[in-house]
């Protein structure tokens, strides 16, 4: 493994689940786009991929700074996310996808709002996913500022810049979504009284693969789960204040 840069400012956080046709290009990519002059430094949450994503992930960490948490067993996205975060040494990190629908040339804009709000929150304005998973997300949507009034347009955006203090305190609580990370996330943000800012950040196609999670079939039984975990949550945070 590439020793790590000396006290990074930055770490970007990436998931990874069975990505070995895009990973190298999504993490080379975000490499070359970042700006120089941030010490900057990779967490890589691989989940039990089975397709060759641990090996390419071995020799990019060799010419590219970068911490690896393997695992050989699924855990699951929400996870992967909670140990990278458990994982941050930096003073900010950055959470994206590995499935290279996030722009790294959207980052600058991400890094120049870090004092403005606790959190830097990206929004899609041209998503670049399914019918059928945009419907059910913006349902859910509906349903979701119902209960939060969350002042965002796209609490699911996997596109997220916040501090270690927010991470630290967190990190514990992120537990009741294991299929909408984010939703959870930017709720209990709102709850604990943390600001967010907002920034429209371009969303690309996946560079390869589909997503195995939000399949059609499968939508019904996540959507209940939502529905059941935002209750959870709101019961949890109602007596609530920024720490």
Same mark, same amino acid.
């Given at each position: ?65 970068? +911490? ?5 067993? +699924? ?6 996310? +909670? ?81 270690? +203090? ?78």
């Amino acid at each position: 493994m590439t020793d790590k840069i000396a006290t990074p400012e930055l770490e970007i956080l990436l998931p990874v689940h069975n990505e070995a046709d895009s990973i190298e290009v999504t993490i080379r990519e975000w490499y070359s786009e970042l700006p120089q002059d941030i010490r900057f430094c990779f967490i890589i949450c691989e989940d039990g991929s089975r397709d060759g994503t641990k090996a390419i992930l071995r020799g990019l960490s060799a010419e590219i700074p970068m +911490r690896l948490n393997m695992s050989d067993e +699924r855990k699951g996205y929400s996870q992967a996310v +909670r140990e990278g975060m458990m994982m941050l040494e930096a003073e900010w990190l950055l959470c994206i996808d590995a499935d290279g629908q996030c722009d790294p040339k959207d980052f600058e804009r991400f890094w120049k709002a870090r004092n403005a709000a606790d959190v830097v929150l990206g929004w899609r304005v041209d998503r670049q996913d399914t019918l059928a998973r945009k419907s059910m997300s913006r349902l859910f949507y509906l349903i979701y500022q119902a209960v939060f009034s969350v002042p965002v347009h796209d609490p699911s955006c996997p596109y997220v810049l916040f501090s270690k +203090r927010v991470a630290y305190n967190l990190a514990s609580e992120l537990r009741e979504m294991k299929q909408g990370f984010w939703w959870e996330f930017v709720a209990r943000v709102h709850r604990r009284g943390y600001s967010i800012e907002e920034i429209p950040v371009r969303h690309r196609r996946r560079a390869a693969g589909r997503t195995q999670v939000y399949l059609v079939k499968k939508m019904p039984g996540i959507f209940f789960r939502h529905l059941v975990a935002i209750s959870k949550i709101w019961l949890q945070t109602r007596n609530r204040t920024t720490e």
